[in-house]
């Protein structure tokens, strides 16, 4: 049997409702299923319902992902497990980076305008679905829509990508800063898709290592876009620093439509006892 700890609803940047993602992890023979939007545990309630109802014994993971100021070219996102929208340090934490995201996407249109896109952000409001979790994906859809973009990777690389010239940085915390946070929180920190770092493997090594001694507790070493030779040597870099090797689809429905829920790119396989592992990696009450 197997999980899946990696996947995104419209809460944030995904095309599915909270709910139909433990339909999915049903669908495919998970155990388990986390459901870890962008800087949001708001979509856990209908989720948790939902797995409820189906009467399968389908495990609801609570989770979120963070983005964080990284050592490499691509910043580093943070999985954090075990946590609840219950007004916790973490939680409280995510109302400002919320906050800030919409600032951002603000900043964002302004930017596009100036760029002679006339974007307009009533349209990717409704891409999203609402306004709680609009992300850069949603305007990426949008200007695809349009007709100025020829795919959601084109949008990126022309206009909303990291050094592009509509690009608009926001607000990040440190690694070591979302580990603490989660651990007050009664929850556990896992480095996501370590090779968006865009570290050679020494410098990722060594970022690893600084890490695991701030209070990470695994790294995604079985993550859905990877091959399997990547894995592998993921799982070995866990493996020398004492973490878990943990792993997820990163499911987002149509904005990566190679990405299924359970299985990734068909091949992925999370064994439940990862589960387990992260669990007792949790700090004690």
């Known amino acids: 049997m197997v999980i899946d700890l990696h996947t995104h609803s419209t809460v944030s940047d995904g095309s599915d409702p909270p709910e139909r993602i433990p339909e999915l992890a049903a669908a495919a023979g998970c155990t388990a299923v986390a459901l870890t939007d962008h800087d949001s545990l708001g979509g856990l309630p209908a989720?948790?319902?939902?797995?409820?109802?189906?009467?399968?014994?389908?495990?609801?993971?609570?989770?979120?992902?963070?983005s964080c100021r990284g050592p490499g070219s691509g910043g580093m996102h943070v999985l954090v497990y075990f946590?609840?929208?219950?007004?916790?340090?973490?939680?409280?934490?995510?109302?400002h980076l919320r906050d800030d995201r919409r600032t951002r996407n603000e900043r964002l249109v302004a930017r596009?305008?100036?760029?002679?896109?006339?974007?307009?952000?009533?349209?990717?409001?409704?891409?999203a679905g609402g306004s709680e979790g609009v992300g850069r994906p949603h305007f990426a859809a949008v200007l695809v829509r349009m007709g100025i973009a020829e795919s959601i990777d084109d949008a990126f690389t022309r206009y909303l990508g990291a050094g592009a010239p509509g690009y608009v940085p926001k607000a990040r915390l440190e690694g070591p800063e979302v580990a603490h946070l989660a651990a007050l929180s009664g929850g556990v920190a896992v480095l996501a898709h370590p090779l968006s770092l865009g570290l050679e493997p020494p410098a990722l090594e060594a970022s690893v290592a600084e890490l695991a001694a701030a209070g990470f507790v695994g790294i995604e070493a079985l993550y859905g876009n990877y091959r399997p030779e990547e894995r592998q040597a993921l799982t070995r870099l866990a493996h020398r620093h004492g973490l878990v090797v943990t792993g997820g689809s990163d499911y987002h429905g149509t904005s990566k439509p190679d990405l299924a829920v359970g299985t990734?790119?068909?091949?992925?396989?999370?064994?439940?006892?990862v589960l387990d592992d992260l669990a007792g990696r949790r700090p004690a009450a």
């Open 47 to 66: 989720a948790r319902r939902r797995a409820d109802e189906l009467g399968l014994g389908l495990t609801l993971v609570p989770g979120c992902e963070l």
């Open 83 to 95: 946590v609840e929208d219950d007004g916790g340090p973490l939680a409280a934490e995510l109302v």
């Open 112 to 127: 596009l305008h100036e760029l002679g896109v006339p974007i307009a952000f009533d349209d990717v409001v409704a891409q």
């Open 264 to 273: 990734g790119r068909g091949d992925l396989s999370v064994p439940e006892q």
